[in-house]
């Protein structure tokens, strides 16, 4: 079974930069559909970026396009979401899931991940 743990989450002033890590067991990063979903306290969880099977494709909401950028690395079995520009608006918890169906583009739908990392927090400081 895929086991995912986030990292990387902490306090950080307007405008700095933060990366985000999904260390992945049970499975291997080049074998998955990953993403970032985000959620603040009493609101939806909501898409924040993902990466194809292949690696090869990747996708990101609005908000966050230019600032958030997406990556994995096969040798360290590990995902990551590097975050630049961060303000108070971004929303604070971060999860990480994934998908063992093969997916040819990245997968934006949270009710097609089957796993879940318990996600990790980001506190941006104004």
């Known amino acids: 079974q895929v086991q995912l743990v986030e990292s990387g989450g902490g306090l950080v002033q307007a405008g700095g930069s933060l990366r985000r890590s999904c260390a992945t067991s049970g499975g291997t990063v080049s074998n998955l559909a990953m993403g970032w979903f985000r959620q603040s306290p009493g609101q939806e969880r909501d898409f924040v970026a993902a990466?194809?099977?292949?690696?090869?494709?990747?996708a990101y909401t609005n908000s966050v396009k230019g600032r958030f950028t997406i990556s994995r690395d096969s040798a360290e079995n590990t995902m990551y979401l590097h975050m630049n520009e961060l303000t108070p608006e971004d929303p604070t918890i971060y999860y990480c899931?994934?998908?063992?169906?093969?997916?040819?583009?990245?997968?934006?739908?949270?009710?097609?991940?089957?796993?879940w990392g318990h996600g990790t927090q980001v506190t941006v400081s104004s």
């Open positions: 899931p994934a998908t063992t169906l093969f997916s040819t583009e990245p997968v934006v739908s949270a009710t097609a991940y089957a796993y």
């Open positions: 990466i194809s099977t292949s690696g090869r494709s990747t």
